[in-house]
């Protein structure tokens, strides 16, 4: 996925229905209110509110 991709425009969390923002580096969606990481699998968001982890220490404010 890349960072100018239309699909994030209408990607949400699935827990608080907020934007998301791509994490190129890890290669996950991130949700800074909620600071929980969701994992892109072969191109494919894992959009559960079960495959959600959360953010440990200050990798909360990338």
Known sequence: MKPDSPLL???ACP???GPLILDE???T?????LRRRYPIVDGIP?????SGVPAVGSEHDA
């Open 25 to 27: 580096i890890g290669g």
């Open 15 to 17: 827990l608080d229905k």
């Open 46 to 50: 894992q959009l559960l509110p079960s």
């Open 9 to 11: 425009k209408i990607l």
């Open 29 to 33: 969606l991130y949700n800074p209110r």
